[in-house]
């Protein structure tokens, strides 16, 4: 492929750096399991060395996620968590991060018991609120941390904006793309630094691998991520990488399915009695939707909304429900739903929770591409349960 540039994204998902194999015409990426490569003399290694450095699956995957973020380098971790560890890595004691409060419950664990410990200063503040970003920005603050839509409450953030704020201040903007994938929002594109990805979810999206993934275009950062990621060695077996680069080719077309189903799913939510509140950026009532619409191709596949009667409610509900499955994770083909509260988020302290909205009837959907309706029933069947 020598014109990748100018291909449209579901070419790309399918063609990106992966040209038919030059030995074999094998028209799959093959799966390299060899830890060492051999040298022809010593200390002058060819294109590959050792697996944890580099290998030829893995960075074909870093190759193919870099295009479809429209990026120049990727980098491949052995978790999402790994590649957020990767970025928090590269600073100090001493630097300051400021990172959005409503995100992944292990994205917290790790800034709050594990950075901060160590001397990295995280302030929590509500980035759907630009003001309330410039206010908190310290002499000392060199990251900006977004995810957009946040997990669990799909709040929306302004990346150009903060884009710009963070640029101005010499701080780099990184946004955790999991929920929306580069299907829908493009961050380098809007002014973010790097893209971080738990490649468990969508990209892969079939539920069989804990992968994570950087892109950037900033230079001093890749240098400083690559080296990180080979001195820490927190690297994906071939293999998953090979499984992702398969994901990948039907992202497009899932997403596209995701987002349809998932809208309807809120719509109908949105009038139950037995739902105190839905959150989905791609309803009217949502209170960045206008964002959504000018950030994102479209709201995503993921759900959020609050049941009546509080733990009891959302306990008689997921034990209610027969196709949707009650489990952790997201952005598989089969549809997920979880309590937040006890699972995802449990790790975040109960005051910090209730004053952010994860309250205790939030559940949380990830809308798989089993057929709507029968979605739609089994959430029926079960909230009719719920008293
Ligand atoms: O699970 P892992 O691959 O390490 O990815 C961590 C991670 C990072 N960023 C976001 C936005 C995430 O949602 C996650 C993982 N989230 C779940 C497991 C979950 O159920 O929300």
């Given at each position: 492929m020598t014109h990748d540039d100018e291909l449209h994204f579901d070419t790309l998902a399918i063609h990106a750096a992966q040209a038919p194999?030059?030995?074999?015409?094998?028209?799959?990426?093959?799966?390299v399991l060899s830890t060492t490569f051999a040298q022809r003399s010593p200390g002058q290694p060819g294109a590959y060395e050792y697996s944890r450095s580099g290998n030829p699956t893995r960075n074909t995957l870093e190759r193919c996620v870099a295009q479809l973020e429209g990026g120049r380098h990727g980098l491949a971790f052995s978790s999402g968590c790994a590649a957020t560890s990767a970025v928090l890595q590269t600073l100090s004691p001493g630097d300051h991060v400021l990172a959005c409060d409503d995100v992944y419950g292990g994205t917290y664990r790790l800034m709050d018991q594990v950075f901060s410990p160590l001397g990295i200063g995280v302030d929590w503040v509500d980035m759907a609120d630009p003001r309330a970003v410039e206010g908190a920005l310290r002499t000392e603050t060199k990251l900006l941390w977004v995810e957009t839509p946040t997990n669990p409450l799909l709040k929306v953030v302004d990346i150009k904006t903060l884009g710009w704020m963070a640029g101005n201040h010499g701080a780099l903007l990184v946004v955790d793309n999991t929920f929306a994938t580069?299907?829908?929002?493009?961050p380098l594109e809007m002014g973010a630094h790097a893209v971080v990805h738990s490649t468990t979810k969508y990209l892969n999206g079939h539920a069989d691998v804990v992968g994570g993934l950087i892109v950037s275009d900033h230079e001093?950062?890749?240098?400083?991520?690559?080296?990180?990621?080979n001195a820490v060695g927190?690297?994906?077996s071939p293999f998953d990488c090979y499984l992702v680069l398969r994901g990948l080719k039907t992202l497009p077309i899932r997403m596209e399915r995701h987002c349809a189903s998932a809208l309807a799913i809120a719509k109908f939510l949105s009038g139950h009695p037995a739902v105190e509140k839905v959150h989905y950026p791609g309803l009217d009532s949502h209170p960045q939707a206008e964002?959504?619409?000018?950030?994102?191709?479209?709201?995503g596949g993921m759900v959020s909304f609050v049941v009546r009667g509080g733990t009891d409610g959302a306990r008689t509900l997921l034990e209610g429900l027969r196709l949707f499955v009650c489990a952790e994770s997201l952005g598989g083909v089969?549809?997920?739903?979880?309590?937040?509260a006890s699972m995802t988020h449990a790790a975040i302290p109960l005051e910090?929770?209730?004053e952010l909205g994860i309250v205790d009837g939030l559940v949380r959907l990830s809308v798989g591409l089993e057929?709507?309706?029968?979605?739609?029933r089994d959430l029926s069947d079960a909230l009719s349960r719920v008293p």
């Open positions: 194999d030059a030995a074999t015409g094998a028209i799959m990426p093959p799966v580069p299907a829908l929002q493009k001093e950062l890749t240098e400083r991520l690559r080296f990180v990621q927190a690297v994906p964002l959504a619409q000018r950030q994102m191709h479209a709201p089969e549809s997920l739903a979880e309590h937040p910090v929770r209730t057929a709507e309706t029968d979605l739609r």
